[in-house]
């Protein structure tokens, strides 16, 4: 063979081992991941992705991120408030590696302790919860720390819920009356369900009961954004996402899907189709009627509640507890913030027709009451959402469907998916989890 020849022969042998090489690399660069919903699920989801080095591209219908949990600028009370006010705990193991991941551990604020002040207001009796920080639950066994006018044998009902019962409503598994019911169970369950307990999944309660109750006082110090939910949970996963060169495309909304088989093939949003490659991954982190709708044949939660929560602009007292849990008012939990006090009422649908200003001044008087504060009725802000989350009864758990869906290459997220925990953020983040680790 001539040098010609043998030059020839080595140079296509290199251009085979080099095409091989790309085909290589090509078979090892990581897909893109399609998010599709900017709220906590599809954030978490995103940051998940881009931490693993996968290209990400979220969209977000709104034109700003956070979903139901989001702060804004309100005129009225010329300061920027949260569309509702979030409590999350120190056991909430996927806030905790969300808010790792994000840079802002430090964005949630709590008394360093497990602690809880009660005040029932038709009895006109404070109390105050305080749990042992190990596993053994010491204070049931002192009557001075126990809830107000329970015995030891009402506790023993909680045991019942460390098991899982699916299908049955809580009033199905304990006995929904009492003072451990009406002083302390109720308005555990009714604002982590956001469902009338009595009424509500016995599943989901007893999942709320072995992550928090069951695991003593340690995983129940209550925790706060500060100073606002985007400023703890929003800006960070952004600015977190954009150094890792992911896309972010606010107010984007996606109009259809477009599938080939067992693939979603193609996303339509409102300036047209977007092709989706061979290895690309769409992750839906849409609320459920969004997803009901662009995706034939998928069950989903069709029932919720809703949620109303006020802000009035005014400074809390000195000293004063960062929250006050309330029975026997209108209100059910009263938080004091540095430069305003928020109101939540779980279950609302029965002030979504009262008119606001009847509303702040019913919702007054449960915050004048729970700080002893005697000023009149300051301006005020009333936040209703409709369907803040999804009813947590027995039947519409059955419809949350899991993050696998009849697609290869599309997957869920959100509160409403089967996380096995009610519509909490602890859910949401866990959910944008699972469907990371899926892709």
């Known amino acids: 063979m001539g040098a010609a020849a043998h030059a020839r022969t080595n140079q296509q042998t290199a251009f085979a081992l080099h095409r091989r090489a790309l085909r290589r690399v090509r078979m090892t660069l990581p897909a893109r991941v399609h998010v599709v919903g900017g709220g906590l699920a599809g954030l978490s989801a995103a940051v998940t992705l881009a931490d693993r080095g ?65 005040l029932d207001r038709q009895r006109d009796r404070r109390w105050v919860f305080r749990p042992d920080e190990g596993r053994f639950p010491w204070w049931i066994l002192d009557a001075g720390r126990r809830v107000p006018g329970t015995a030891l044998r009402d506790y023993l009902r909680l045991l019942a819920l460390m098991r899982r019962h699916p299908g049955r409503r809580i009033d199905e598994v304990i006995r929904c009356d009492g003072p451990l019911w009406e002083t302390f169970l109720r308005p555990l369950f009714i604002s982590a369900l956001n ?185 005020c802000r009333i936040v209703k959402e409709k369907r803040a989350t999804f009813a947590s009864t027995p039947a519409q758990a059955a419809r949350r469907p899991g993050a696998r869906t009849a697609w290869s290459n599309l997957f869920l997220a959100g509160d409403w998916v089967d996380t096995g925990l009610p519509a909490t953020i602890e859910g949401a983040l866990r959910s944008g989890e699972v469907a990371a680790s899926l892709v």
């Not at 005129?75 to 991941?101: C, P, W």
């Not at 925790?223 to 896309?247: C, E, I, S, Y």
């Open 54 to 118: 996968i290209p990400v591209t979220l969209s977000e219908a709104a034109k700003q991120a956070g979903g139901r949990c989001r702060s804004f600028y309100d005129g009225l009370l010329d300061m920027v408030i949260d569309n509702g006010n979030h409590l999350v705990l120190s056991g909430n193991a996927a806030v905790t590696r969300y808010m790792r991941k994000i840079g802002a551990a430090d964005r949630l604020t709590g008394p360093g302790r497990p602690e809880f002040h009660f």
């Open 195 to 379: 469902t009338r307990p009595e009424e509500a999944s016995a599943d989901l309660a007893s999942a709320i009961v072995r992550e928090t109750l069951a695991k003593g006082g340690r995983y129940m110090h209550p925790l706060v954004a500060t100073p606002t939910l985007a400023a703890a949970f929003v800006d960070p996963a952004l600015d977190r996402l954009n150094r890792t060169g992911a896309d972010i495309r606010l107010g984007r909304s996606l109009r259809a899907v477009r599938f080939e088989g067992n693939r979603a093939a193609a996303l339509t949003f409102d300036e047209g189709e977007e092709l989706l490659g061979p290895e690309d991954h769409v992750i839906f982190a849409v609320p459920p009627w969004t997803a009901g709708k662009l995706l034939p044949g998928l069950k989903v939660p069709d029932a919720f509640h809703a949620i109303v929560n006020a802000h009035f602009r005014i400074a809390p007292p000195a000293g004063a507890p960062p929250m006050v849990g309330m029975t026997g008012g209108t209100a059910e939990w009263v938080f004091a913030l540095a430069d305003r006090m928020s109101v939540t009422v779980s279950a609302a649908d029965h002030l979504l027709e009262r008119d606001a200003d009847d509303l702040a001044r019913i919702l007054w008087r449960d915050v004048s009451a729970a700080y002893g504060l005697t000023a009149p009725l300051p301006a």
